[in-house]
């Protein structure tokens, strides 16, 4: 099964910053979304941010102004600029690529970074 590599996950004090990467292997071709997803205990999974290939992002509103998300499209990775980190983003994350081959649609995910923000 193809999976994608996730790195950059780790303990961080409050207000600091992290940045996770996400490389997607070549035999994955005709990338459209790449994404990031999170999931905190007791809490549902949900979309932090994605990004599009063509640039278009999407953020959720309670990552705004200090998550950032890009994208290297000749390496397929894609990349999760966290800072002013709080507590309430500590959960596992999780890199997520769509793709569209024939009009059928594929999606590939990360095995899971841990983020944890102390107090």
């Known amino acids: 099964q193809v999976q994608l590599v996730e790195s950059g996950g780790g303990l961080v004090q409050a207000g600091g910053s992290l940045r996770l990467s996400c490389a997607a292997p070549?035999?994955?071709?005709?990338?459209?979304?790449m994404g990031w997803y999170r999931q905190a205990p007791g809490k549902q999974r949900e979309l932090v941010a994605a990004?599009?290939?063509?640039?278009?992002?999407n953020y959720a509103d309670s990552v705004k102004g200090r998550f950032t998300i890009s994208r290297d499209n000749a390496k397929n990775t894609v990349t999760l600029q966290m800072n002013s980190l709080k507590p309430e983003d500590t959960a596992v994350y999780y890199c997520?690529?769509?793709?569209?081959?024939?009009?059928?649609?594929?999606?590939?995910w990360g095995q899971g970074t841990q983020v944890t923000v102390s107090s």
């Open positions: 997520n690529v769509h793709t569209v081959v024939i009009g059928i649609t594929y999606d590939y």
């Open positions: 070549g035999r994955i071709f005709s990338i459209n979304t």
């Open positions: 990004i599009t290939n063509g640039g278009s992002t």
